[in-house]
């Protein structure tokens, strides 16, 4: 039996997620002088939020 659920039921059911999800990447120097960088999401409730990352 084929499904009665179609991509637009299941696309209108989800929740709107409110605020912006933004990619940090952090560079770091190692004792031997190599870069390691670190990346992290961070969600932010406005986009003019993002300079105030630490």
């Known amino acids: 039996m084929a499904k009665v659920q179609s991509f637009a039921d299941k696309a209108k059911g989800k929740k709107k997620v409110e605020g912006v999800t933004v990619k940090v990447i ?10 390691k960088f670190n990346e992290k999401f961070v969600k932010l409730a406005d986009i003019s939020k993002v300079t105030d990352i630490k």
């Open 26 to 35: 952090k560079s770091m120097k190692t004792d031997g002088g190599a870069y």
